[in-house]
């Protein structure tokens, strides 16, 4: 066939085999459809790489992404924009893209300067608000949009307000194969002369195998020789994080059940042809998924379009495709009717094949080349659409236009800084000083930078073995007698103290409350939500304004995840009013503080009444947060226009000269953050300039254009004094650096990845 127009050059961006999941079976099925069907057309991939070393692709795959690499998504649409490509056809589904809710993908289509045609693979009826966000940009940057349902068309016009016009309705692609009968082909399975019931995909809990296997029982009383085979390899996400326990969980209910000698597992993913082979030989196929939110599944495509006969729970696709004698519905978690529409299927031999028929006649439009037609035609219609819009302009961008360079996040001294119990006090130079052990305060600090880099997708084996260390560490020096954590530990593992400070009651709540909001902590988020409850009653009768912050910081992140819970809300209200009224009592027209000195870690204070004012919906206490972070950044900015945090060596009383040196870099980190939090609340970019000046600050602007950040070691200098930089490398300020390059690449993740502020 001929290439439509003048497109000669597509471009397929989303997973792609050798990778083992659906879309890159999609995308692999996609790309030779178009090929075969458009032989002049070049097709070329650019695959989401999920492991570090990648895949064995074939010679279509021309750029390789890695998933959470922000960097590899630009690089990217700089290449696809270099080699002319005319089209680029993205495959889209959470999860598999980097950045939160997969925003990466945003920031290369952003780029693009050709038309953008995006399946959606996942319309979700009830998505978060970070999720909505995405799909609403997702939405303003495609061309055109292709949808698999019918339900998939609404969702998009009715939850996201996508316009009619540029949504395109094309199937699930489907093999082209002869209909057969499926004893035909059972005897390369060994179940020749037996009924057949089929389920097929990776295998995961969400897809209601154990529902199959109890209804079994009931179906073998009346056909005996029925056997149910579950074909596919468990999910690579959860064999990596659960192994093979959900599998071995089915064998046993298998075994329980009396129904092992008709239940075959293939623990393996199998190709296209072999694929079609097994659902040659079915005669019934089942999908007992357990909920109905499933807009496409490639897996019902492939057994309906090949003439099976389907029972499948009325999840969205399902009750779309399996209307009209086309297949069988039964409720969600109903073994018995399951059981009882296998049987009525089986029964009755001359309704089963009609419904064969059925499914088989309409799946003749499902087919890959047909499938490929369409999307020529959305390819055309998308290069029409974009000519009327205009072409985007070049790519080249100005460096005001670029996203600040940032160093890369390198925790080789955070790891020689740690061991077993957690993370040592101090360094002599850059080793670690035994002498001064550890303490609470710095393994809280640290546990926060272990979880705020799994947000960012850069754990690790090693990040997460060291996790568990620090984890361990508050839980050892939370005292439960009297709800309080100790802080000073010695090197030979014995407490210095009875009681922590406040500051380090503040610590701790603020690193339990982030691993209670965090989904994928596992074991952590069980541990962290007991400590939190049994820790937070104490920060009712604290007196330090910062120990207030920190406390807020954590009970934010904890209602994040649990907001009904009623105590915490009533602390958050008390130590906000607290807060709030210390700044009534010290500010004045020129004094926007809370107390009679600007001392230590002084910008987490207005953090506070930020984050706090914003969740609360509370307008006086945001303006009053903003307000003193003004001021705050504004006295903490040299006449040269660097950042110069409140010098340690005597602080800023009122009234009085302020201390230029000791610069500590704590100061740094949490002017980062609170500016941060600024733009969050107020989209304000005045903000983002403020966070990169202080962020700067460890890069070497500041009073002595010296750096403070190591990139040989990945750690950072104690201090800046009057006239050198500190060379102890301890964790406080290499904890600092840290938090602050990780608050910086999720904010720039951010800004690449969206046009519009945040709240708009």
């Known amino acids: 066939m001929q290439t439509p127009s003048a497109i000669r050059k597509i471009a397929l961006l989303g997973d792609y085999l050798p990778r083992k999941c659906g879309i890159a079976t999609f995308t692999t099925d996609l790309r030779r459809a178009v090929a075969t069907e458009f032989q002049e057309m070049q097709c070329l991939v650019v695959p989401v790489n999920d492991l570090a070393g990648g895949y064995d692709y074939p010679a279509e795959v021309r750029f390789e992404i890695a998933e959470q690499d922000l960097p590899s998504y630009l690089r990217a649409a700089d290449f696809l924009n270099i080699t002319d490509v005319h089209v680029v056809c993205v495959q889209h589904e959470f999860g598999i893209y980097g950045g939160p809710s997969g925003s990466h993908l945003l920031a290369l289509l952003r780029d693009l300067r050709m038309p953008i045609v995006t399946t959606l693979h996942t319309i979700l009826r009830d998505p978060n608000a970070e999720q909505r966000r995405v799909m609403r940009e997702l939405i303003r940057l495609s061309t055109r949009l292709v949808v698999m349902a019918e339900r998939g068309r609404e969702f998009l016009r009715d939850i996201y307000h996508a316009p009619e016009a540029k949504i395109d309705l094309i199937p699930h692609g489907i093999p082209d194969m002869p209909f057969a009968d499926p004893n035909y082909f059972k005897d390369e399975f060994g179940v020749a002369g037996k009924q057949v019931v089929l389920t097929f995909g990776l295998l995961s809990p ?3 195998i154990e529902y199959a296997l109890r209804a079994l029982p009931g179906i073998l009383r009346e056909f005996p020789n029925v056997v149910y085979i579950v074909l596919g390899q468990t999910h690579p996400n959860l064999l990596r994080d659960e192994g093979e326990a959900y599998r071995l969980s089915l064998e046993r209910l298998a075994k329980d059940l009396g129904v092992q000698k008709n239940v075959v597992f293939f623990n393996r993913f199998v190709e296209l042809e072999e694929l079609m082979r097994f659902i040659g030989a079915a005669d019934i196929y089942l ?27 009325p999840y969205w696709h399902a009750a779309e495709l399996l209307t009209s004698e086309r297949g069988k519905l039964v409720p969600f978690r109903d073994a018995k009717a399951i059981s009882e529409a296998v049987v009525e299927l089986l029964r009755d031999e001359p309704a089963r094949h009609a419904m064969r028929k059925n499914a088989y006649k309409l799946g003749r439009d499902m087919v890959w080349s047909r499938a490929a037609q369409l999307y020529a035609k959305s390819f055309e219609q998308a290069r029409l659409d974009h000519s009327f819009v205009g072409r985007k302009s070049s790519p080249i961008k100005t ?26 006090q101090h360094a002599s130079f850059t080793v670690p000083n035994f002498a001064e052990g550890y303490c609470t305060d710095d393994n809280a600090r640290a546990l926060v930078l272990a979880v705020m880099l799994q947000q960012l997708g850069q754990g690790s084996p090693r990040l997460s073995e060291q996790a568990a260390a620090y984890a361990a560490f508050l839980n050892h020096a939370f005292d439960r007698g009297c709800g309080r954590f100790r802080n ?31 989904a994928g902590q596992g074991s952590f988020q069980m541990l962290a939500a007991q400590l939190f409850e049994q ?14 912050a920190f406390t807020l910081l954590g009970i934010d992140e904890y209602l994040c995840r649990l907001s009904g819970d009623r105590r915490a809300n009533q602390i958050r209200e008390s130590l906000t009013a607290k807060l709030m009224q210390r700044y009534a ?19 987490k204070l207005p953090h506070a009444l930020i984050l706090s004012g914003r969740c609360m919906n509370d307008a006086a206490m945001l303006e009053t947060g903003l307000k003193s972070l003004r001021w705050l950044v504004k006295i903490q900015t040299s006449d040269a226009g660097s950042f110069r945090p409140i010098g340690s060596n005597g602080f800023y009383p009122r009234g009085k000269e302020r201390a230029l040196f000791d610069q500590q870099p704590i100061e740094a980190q949490a002017t980062v953050s609170a500016c941060i939090e600024a733009y969050h609340a107020t989209g304000d970019m005045v903000w983002v300039a403020e966070a990169r000046r202080a962020f700067e600050w460890f890069l070497g602007r500041n009073d002595l254009g010296l750096a403070l950040y190591d ?24 904890l600092g650096f840290l938090l602050a390059l990780a608050k910086m690449q999720a904010l ?13």
Request: with cysteine; proline share 5%; hydrophobic share 35%.
């Open 206 to 208: 969400n897809k209601g």
């Open 287 to 313: 999908t007992p998924y357990l909920t109905e939110s499933q807009i496409t599944s490639g897996t019902l495509a492939y057994a309906f379009g090949a003439g099976n006969a389907v029972v499948s729970t």
């Open 399 to 424: 460096l005001d236009e670029q996203p600040g360079q940032l160093p890369e996040m390198k925790l080789d001294h955070l790891f020689r800084m740690s061991d077993s119990t957690g993370i040592f």
């Open 488 to 518: 000073f530990m010695s090197f030979d593992r014995h407490w210095l103290e009875d009681v922590g400070s406040e500051d380090c009651q503040g610590h701790a709540l603020w690193a339990l409350g982030l691993c209670v909001s965090q």
């Open 535 to 548: 820790a937070l009653p104490v920060a009712a009768g604290f007196t330090s304004p910062r120990a207030w």
């Open 585 to 603: 009592d010290a500010a004045t027209e020129d004094w926007h503080w809370f107390e009679e000195m600007v001392s230590y870690t002084n910008a």
């Open 711 to 734: 990139p040989g070691t990945g750690g950072c200098r104690d201090g800046l004094h009057v006239d050198r930089v500190s060379e102890n490398q301890g964790a406080e300020s290499t």
């Open 748 to 760: 720039q993740n951010t800004l690449t990845s969206f046009k519009e502020p945040p709240g708009e």
